[in-house]
């Protein structure tokens, strides 16, 4: 019913368009003949006059068709742009001249049947009236629209006078369901401080930005530069946070050639964008034939780690893509978003727990995986302190199956994901993931399969990371808690962590400790002080930041190696390979024996046994 009202609207508007069309043709010929003779219509000959009413029929019936064939009855008058601009002119300079040549061609032996600058003017005043009967409706919505809540709109700076800042002002200023009113724009450009873009005006470079938020009451800063480096980024960040503005940035340079550059696709700015360098990029089409074409098996595949990493194997055609994870919502959420993003994808999500022995042989047997990559494991580190023994029972024990189940149906190439935490660790969590590299290091020698793992630090935004903890603090106004004010860690975004894990694994030969540069070390205090400003509050005014003092089995810094272990280069100057550590594999193998079947009497003491096979962990 409703698609009936609107093809009835549709048609009532175009013949309402077509009739206002017809009475210009009429009222442009004749205004044609009065310019012609300067408005002294005593002056005009008769013959003139007859010829006009004579041609008046062709020229509306030519006019109808020329505007049929450019669209000027089947446009969106309501959104109308440039395009629809140049069809307008089209249509009526087309008009003027085919009706001169028509007159001329069907009146030939009349001597100048019209005057020559009767065309041109007829031409001038058919497009001034069609385009009054088009753009006037947007013209005096778009007053209505500022006069009505113009005051009632945030004040938004645009920093950035380049091609992306261009095309927000144009969407701002036209759409009315954006709340919000651009005053001003910054640009380091000197030649463009003082013009105007879209009637804004320019009013100076980043240095000017916190003077001028201030002065012009700025409620929200946009940065419209998608092609500058994270570096610069940065700079301009570190400036318009002081401001206390809500800020949003265009994403990136890639977003903007897709044509992606609107209100509804700006992204708010986070603590990545302040870390100050560029991401981690990794050809990874040129590493992943090793997955094309075969059985991938991701473990946890529906953590932080483990969901991108079938994201990014999904992304290069395995023949099957596995994903084991013990708590089905997580394993939804992939599967579902898998399945709408790769819709030929043939995916298999198993609810199943790596601690059951029985359950990972059935998976291994059924579905023969070519490699598997091991994300499943306890990480949070306070929570670990509290329950050692599951930190064992998941970590150790539930690696080691699915160590043993690889190496019993043949895979190809295993992938454990370690952790900086692993390396003198101080807390149940790191031991367990050093015994699980001691596992991987041990079966290497002893299987077909190669067993490699990839140690690297904290992920921002990852499930349990300080990130998430600091938004929930702030938007409950406070306080937001550091441990300690000198705790630093290292960070990398998950979609660079997955990257070089799977780089890591191409190179995989066996045995392989691949460590991950997470580049420079930064201060938590640091990150809670940037997503505080960011948020637009000051800390220790609006937010206050506390410190608690260090978690049970937490330090004050991670280390990326131990000391027994050198670096070796790989092709990739960002990971490393750590050489193996010579230690007793039969005692070893042995003490996993023992562990096995102590632990699960939930012995009080298991961090005593842990030290064991692990000399460098020092609990505290």
């Known amino acids: 019913m409703s698609e009936l009202v609107n093809n009835k609207m549709l048609w009532i508007s175009r013949f309402f368009l077509v009739c206002y069309d017809i009475c210009a043709v009429v009222a442009s010929s ?14 005009i000959p008769d013959n003139y006059y007859e010829m006009a009413w004579e041609i008046l029929l062709m020229e509306i019936i030519v006019t109808l068709v020329f505007f049929w064939l450019f669209r000027l009855y089947s446009s969106l008058w309501v959104y109308a742009g440039a395009m629809e601009l140049m069809y307008l002119v089209a249509g009526c300079v087309s008009d003027a001249v085919v009706t001169a040549c028509l007159v001329y061609l069907t009146h030939g032996g009349m001597k100048a049947p019209m005057p020559r600058s009767y065309y041109v003017l ?21 007053l209505i629209n500022i006069n009505a809540d113009l005051w009632s709109r945030k004040k938004v700076m645009i920093v950035g006078a380049g091609d992306a800042g261009n095309a927000l002002i144009k969407e701002i200023n036209n759409s009315r369901f954006v709340n919000l009113r651009v005053v001003c724009v910054i640009d380091d450009s000197k030649k463009k401080i003082g013009n105007y873009i879209h009637g804004i005006r320019i009013v100076g470079d980043r240095e000017d930005i916190i003077r001028v938020a201030k002065e012009k009451c700025i409620d929200e800063i946009i940065v419209a530069m998608p092609s500058a480096s994270a570096l610069e980024i940065k700079s301009v960040l570190d400036i318009c946070k002081e401001t206390g503005c809500e800020l949003k940035r265009v994403p990136g340079i890639y977003q903007f050639i897709n044509g992606e550059v609107s209100v509804s696709n700006l992204k708010d700015i986070d603590v990545n964008d302040l870390l100050g360098r560029d991401p981690v990029k990794v050809d990874l089409d040129s590493i992943m034939e090793y997955v094309s074409g075969k059985t991938a ?10 969901s991108e990493l079938c994201r990014q194997i999904a992304a290069h055609r395995p023949r099957r893509l596995v994903v084991v994870d013990i708590y089905e919502n997580n394993l939804y959420d992939i599967q579902q978003e898998l399945l709408r993003k790769f819709p030929d994808l043939n995916l298999v999500a198993l609810v199943a727990s790596v601690r059951n022995t029985r359950r990972i042989d059935l998976i291994f047997q059924q579905y023969q995986p070519d490699i598997v990559y091991h994300a499943a494991a306890h990480k949070h580190v306070p929570l670990m302190e509290e329950s050692p023994n599951e930190a064992v029972k998941n970590n150790v024990l539930g690696t080691w199956k699915v160590v043993k189940a690889a190496d019993q149906w043949n895979v190809k190439r295993f992938v454990m994901i370690s952790t900086d935490k692993a390396v003198n660790p101080t807390n149940i969590m790191g031991a367990t993931k050093r015994i699980c590299e001691m596992i991987i290091q041990t079966y290497n020698k002893r299987s ?3 067993f490699v793992a990839v140690r690297f630090g904290n992920v921002l935004g990852s499930n349990g990371s300080v990130i998430p903890l600091f938004k929930r603090q702030i938007a409950q106004g406070g306080p937001v808690t550091v441990t300690h004010p000198d705790i630093i860690r290292y960070f990398m975004t998950i979609p660079e962590a997955v990257s070089l894990v799977l780089q890591a694994g191409a190179y995989a030969k066996g045995g392989e400790i691949f460590i991950l540069d997470m580049g420079e070390p930064v201060k938590i205090v640091d990150l809670a002080k940037n ?30 190696l131990m000391e027994e272990e050198g ?25 996993l024996e023992e562990l096995k079947e102590y632990v699960v009497s939930e012995p009080k003491d298991i961090q005593a046994w842990v030290k064991k096979m692990v000399p460098t962990y020092a609990p505290k």
Do not use: C, W
């Open 30 to 43: 004749f205004l044609a003949l009065a310019v012609r003779f300067d408005f002294q219509i005593s002056n």
């Open 122 to 142: 007829y031409g001038i005043f058919l497009l001034s009236i069609v385009f009054v009967s088009r753009y006037g409706y947007r013209a005096a919505r778009s």
């Open 297 to 306: 098996l991701v473990t946890g595949g529906g953590g932080s780690i483990g």
């Open 448 to 450: 077909k399969t190669e």
């Open 531 to 560: 997503l505080i400003l960011l948020s637009g509050h000051k800390p220790n005014e609006d937010i206050m930041i506390t410190f608690t003092g260090l978690r049970p089995g937490e330090k004050l810094y991670e280390e990326m």
């Open 567 to 591: 670096l070796q280069d790989t092709e990739n100057r960002l990971i490393h390979i750590g050489k193996p550590i010579e230690m007793d594999e039969e005692q070893f193998l042995k003490q």
